[in-house]
């Protein structure tokens, strides 16, 4: 099965989004019992298919995706504007000190001062994407990096993380990462 990927409408509630999941899962595995189930960490996984399946999702912004393959996946984004934005009174540097790894906090620092954001969530994504591929949790944040001095580690223990690109209006405004065993 080749990764699958689906851009929908991020709905305002919790049970339209599920419900656009399921159905989109349903129409691509051509499986009208195909299930999604969340656990309690909120993570999905698929019930009801002949082969194993495995699902990742994000909502940022406007978008929702969902990916689907075979094996074990993790899809992560964050909507740019909203990080970025001067109201936004979040403190990017205390946080990447107290969940990121050193080497992470030193690429988040080297920047300038406008890039600290983008480069917070630059990380964030490649690390959020690591752990739903490994079925990790945020606790295990500090105990990996995503970052070796200044550029971007391409795996971690044999899962691949990378910058994914996917194209739709405004999508310049959206940066993603998918992690897994994509060979």
Known sequence: MALKTYILENS???????????????????????????????????????KKVHISITCCGKVMLL???????????EYLPRIKDPANKVDYML???????????????EGSDDMIAENFARVWVRKEAYIKAAGKTLAEFP??????????????????????????????DYIFAIAGNLD
């Open 12 to 50: 305002s509630t919790k049970k339209q989004r599920q419900s656009d999941i399921q159905k989109k899962l349903r129409e691509y595995l051509d499986n009208p019992k195909a299930k999604v189930v969340y656990d309690d960490n909120g993570k999905a996984t698929v019930e009801n298919v002949e």
């Open 67 to 77: 990916v689907i393959f075979e094996k074990a996946i993790g899809i992560d984004g």
């Open 95 to 109: 946080l990447a000190e107290r969940f990121f790894s050193c080497d992470e906090v030193e690429y988040i620092r």
């Open 143 to 172: 105990n990996f990096s995503v970052v070796d001095g200044s550029r971007f580690v391409k795996k971690i223990h044999s899962i691949a993380i990378k910058t994914f690109a996917i194209k739709f209006p405004e999508c310049e």
